[in-house]
Structure formats: C-alpha cells, structure tokens
C-alpha cells in the first residue's frame, strides 16, 4: 500500500515539473476563459434585406463589415426620368444608398456606414474629363473610410469610369482624380484610396470653334 501510494506522489511531482518546463504556471483556482469569440457573419443572405424596395432598381454597395468594406446588394427606388446606365443618376442612387443607416438584418449582419451628410453628387463640369462627378464636399475632406466607400461603390457601377475607378472631384478649383477600387483597399478602407492617371480633358468646343475660323492660325495675313 505504502509502495503505492509513493507511486502516485513521484507522478505528481514529475507532471507538475513537467508543466512548469513548459512555462505553464500551474493553479488550484479554476479558470472561466468564457465563450470563444464570435465573428461577425458579413453577410445577409437569407433575411429578406435584399428585398428593400421590391420592384426596385438592384444596385450594389459597399458597407463598412469587420473593418473591411463587403459589397451588400440592395433594391433602390427607380428614378425620375428616364431610365438607363446614366453616371450621375447612378451615383445618386448609390449615394442614397450610402447615406442610409443600413435596416434591421445589415446591423445585425455587422454592417455599417461611414457615409455622412449633407452630402451630393452631380454632373462634371464643362472643362473636366468625360464620366467625372462632382462631390458638394472635396474628397479629401471625407473620412478615409467614407471616401474608400464611395470610391467602390461609384468605380464598381456605372457611375465609374472603367476599370475600377472613378473620376471624383469637389466644388473647389481643383481637377477631379481617377480613384481605384483595389482589393487592398478593400481589405484597409481606412487608407487613403490609391489614384491613377486622370484622362486629359477633351478641348470645349469653343475652343474648337475658335481654331477653324479663317484667318486665326499662326501667321496668317489680314487684308
């Protein structure tokens, strides 16, 4: 009995050392680490969300989920006027779209927007490239998340220019420039989103029209 007994104290002893070479401290109180960590679903399929505004035009939006931007397909109220892939009127209503605190099934999915107002979108204008919009505040005075959000929801439809991006300015003086949707700014919308190239500006036909009158081009003669 004796022998047995020691038996089970020399195991004791050599578990305990054993587990205090693993840099594990040992403890007699027990220990609630609680639930595991739940992850936000991002995702809204199956609650009825998409089905806002049955009979409506479908748009798709990027909305703030897991520090991340996730595209949210939604149903807009169709505009005024006629219908079609017209920039403005699609960028207005995915701006709407934005403004909007997300319904009942996207807050419980997660999903959130940076997207505050007052805040529009209109046409280019006469001087600036062709498919520019025009923000009524400068982009750069938006939140990164906002305008990362903006910036994909505007170059994923057909208010971009192509590729992926979208040609924003503001009210100021100041030349619009051609964002990009990348997956990096997907993945970190609180980054500045990257720029490329802007396109240059197609001559106003004024001054196409001031070129072809006789007479006006260099070293020409008036009798």
Not at 40 to 46: D, N, Y
Not at 155 to 180: C, I, M, N, Q, W
């Amino acid at each position: 009995m004796r022998r047995r007994t020691f038996g089970r104290a020399a195991g004791a002893v050599a578990l305990a050392a054993l587990v205090a070479g693993c840099g594990i401290r040992t403890t007699s109180v027990p220990v609630d680490a609680g639930a595991a960590p739940s992850r936000v679903p991002c995702s809204t399929a199956g609650d009825g969300t998409a089905a806002t505004s049955a009979g409506g035009v479908p748009v798709r939006v990027f909305l703030v989920c897991g520090s991340q931007l996730e595209p949210v397909d939604r149903r807009s109220p169709p505009p005024e006027g006629k219908a079609g892939a017209d920039p403005v009127r699609t960028a207005r209503l995915l701006l709407a779209q934005l403004l909007a605190a997300p319904p009942e099934g996207e807050r419980r999915a997660g999903f959130t927007t940076a997207v505050r107002g007052p805040l529009t979108v209109g046409d280019g204008r006469r001087d600036d490239p062709a498919g520019t919009l025009r923000l009524s505040r400068q982009p750069e005075d938006l939140t990164p998340v906002a305008l990362s959000q903006l910036v994909c929801s505007f170059a994923e439809s057909a208010a971009g220019a192509g590729d992926r991006t979208v040609l924003l300015g503001g009210p100021g003086p100041y030349a619009p420039k051609r964002y990009r949707c990348t997956p990096e700014l997907r993945e970190r919308p609180e980054s500045a989103p990257p720029t490329a190239p802007t396109p240059t500006p197609t001559p106003t036909a004024t001054a196409t029209a001031t070129a072809s009158v006789p007479g006006s081009s260099p070293g020409a003669t008036t009798g």
